[in-house]
């Protein structure tokens, strides 16, 4: 069983440039749920997507987008990056909706400048 | 809206004392609480999880968590700590998301642990 993986694991991009992250389920798991860790901080939830639909969304900017694939893979993306955008952006992929274990990926770093 | 305070940034123990971590949420209704560990390059890992039933919760490593609904606290425990349990530790309530429940986090605590 693979697990949750993430890429790429380290980004440098320059402040007004665009991203794009991307996070490969476990398999079987076919929700997927953003979060966006900034140094010294705990996780904050940016949006899930469950069956290729965002089914939840923080408190983030509309410049925060997904997309979920037919295989359950998922992307983030941001546009117009800030210089606070840099963080670690953690993916966790689970079955369902019903407070089902959500199991996480090492994470992306990006970095703005 | 629901948060959660974790009151220790740093935690210092020797290796085979006790541990005991603070946590405290709060939340409107019955809340849905986790104890998450984080160890440098990794991602989030859940040790316990509270819904319903029996308060004092058992989870993976040894560790157990004990919800107390008078006091809003949700404190984790560890009988003897192993040098491999340096890590970050993250409390989360869970917050009713689109059918989902989607964990608010505090800010961590930090546990260091001395041989």
């Known amino acids: 069983e693979t697990g949750v993986t993430q890429s790429p694991t380290h980004l440098i991009k320059t402040r007004g440039q665009q991203v794009t992250l991307r996070c490969s389920s476990q398999s079987g798991h076919n929700t997927v749920s953003w979060y966006q860790q900034a140094l010294g901080q705990g996780p904050q939830f940016i949006f899930q997507y469950y069956r290729e639909e965002e089914n939840g969304r923080g408190n983030f900017p509309p410049r925060f987008s997904g997309l979920q694939f037919p295989n359950y893979s998922s992307e983030l993306n941001v546009n117009a990056l800030e210089l606070d955008d840099s963080a670690l952006y953690l993916c966790?992929?689970?079955?369902?909706?019903?407070?089902?274990?959500?199991?996480f990926g090492p994470g992306t770093r990006l970095t703005v400048l | 809206a629901q948060s959660v305070t974790q009151p220790d940034i740093h935690i210092t123990v020797s290796e085979g004392a006790s541990l005991e971590l603070r946590c405290n949420y709060s939340y409107g209704a019955t809340p849905y609480l986790f104890w998450y560990v984080q160890s440098p390059g990794q991602g989030l890992q859940l040790l316990l999880k509270y819904f319903s039933g029996d308060t004092l919760v058992q989870g993976i490593k040894g560790f157990e968590a004990e919800f107390k609904r008078s006091q809003s606290s949700f404190n984790l425990r560890k009988p003897s700590v192993h040098w491999s349990d340096a890590a970050e530790y993250f409390c989360?309530?869970?917050?009713?998301?689109?059918?989902?429940?989607?964990?608010?986090f505090g800010r961590g605590t930090s546990l260091i642990v001395h041989p």
């Open positions: 966790a992929s689970s079955w369902g909706l019903e407070g089902n274990e959500q199991f």
């Open positions: 989360a309530v869970g917050a009713l998301v689109g059918g989902s429940y989607i964990p608010t």
